[in-house]
């Protein structure tokens, strides 16, 4: 077996080494600035992420999604930094092809966690609408209580019982969502029956008075009792009014301290909320009651002796 001489090889190594040399000394130059180039956007991108990150930590709720966003941002304009000095010492090729690569890479990785992207795409998504807040009241997805935390993949909502739910951000981002606490008020409504001797038009006026006292109750002005329908032993009313939701006073509190008002409020106007009545007829179109019936049928009897 033949090896090639030592010298050639030395030689074919050395003009490598020579053309090397000089390619890089005629590109020094271009080398120094490229190298200034970075280190100027790198700079640029420490004092750009510092008054962005001030920025959005204002704008949103969640500190996660702030820093993110700047994270992003501060990635993408040293990438542009870099891609800048590598075009201008001559490694186009290298740029289109690190473009193409991050391209490919990204795309797999959507494809991989399609589910993780899409719940991260809808945190940052509500981070910028801001539906809900840390503290307000919603429900979504049969779940209803009090956000606790917005993270950049789900919601943490603390329940009226105690629990604590997870819910995925793309669940809130797609469903209907009812925020209690947006608008500051929160309307109660009570259904009650009072009885068709009395007067629907008199316990609206009652309670409307009665209501209308308590601390408790805004918008005093709309506080209300409608008539709803027709029961079988009641006309059945609807009370409503409003209260400040977030405020001083418990929900559940309200609604018990309103039935009561209720209650007393129309026992004292002499207005009765009735039982459940049972009119007993004997006749296909009514008017023969059990009294009509016994009368009947003793007479009749005293006759035939």
Not at 9 to 17: D, F, G, M, P
Request: proline share 3%.
């Amino acid at each position: 077996m033949e090896f090639p001489q030592i010298d050639k090889v030395s030689a074919l190594i050395n003009e490598k080494l020579q053309m090397w040399l000089e390619q890089g000394i005629k590109h020094l130059p271009n080398i120094v600035v490229a190298i200034f180039i970075a280190i100027i956007f790198g700079v640029l991108a420490n004092l750009l992420g510092k008054i962005v990150k001030r920025g959005l930590r204002r704008a949103f709720e969640s500190r996660q999604i702030a820093d993110l966003l700047t994270s992003i941002l501060k990635a993408a304009f040293i990438c542009a930094g870099l891609f800048i000095a590598l075009d201008f010492v001559g490694l186009q090729g290298t740029v289109t092809s690190l473009l193409a690569g991050a391209g490919i890479v990204g795309l797999a990785i959507g494809f991989a966690f399609q589910d993780l992207t899409e719940n991260f795409i809808a945190g940052v998504a509500m981070g910028i609408r801001k539906p809900f807040e840390i503290g307000d009241v919603i429900e979504a997805d049969n779940v209803f209580g009090k956000v606790e935390a917005i993270n950049l993949r789900n919601t943490l909502v603390t329940t009226f019982f105690g629990q604590r739910e997870i819910i995925p951000n793309k669940i809130l981002f797609r469903n209907i969502l009812t925020n209690y606490s947006v608008m500051g008020y929160r309307r109660l409504e009570v259904p009650v029956g009072i009885s068709y001797a009395d007067d629907p038009n008199h316990a609206r006026d009652v309670l409307v008075n009665a209501l209308n006292e308590k601390a408790y109750v805004a918008k005093k002005d709309e506080t209300n009792v409608f008539a709803a329908s027709f029961g079988d032993s009641s006309v059945n009313l609807l009370v409503w009014f409003w209260m400040k939701y977030p405020g001083p006073h418990n929900f559940m509190e309200v609604r018990h301290d309103a039935v009561v008002t209720i209650r007393q409020t129309l026992d004292d106007a002499g207005i009765l909320i009735p039982f459940p009545i049972r009119t007993i007829d004997f006749d296909a179109k009514g008017g023969k009651t059990l009294d009509t019936m016994i009368s009947a049928s003793r007479q009749s009897t005293s006759e035939q002796q």
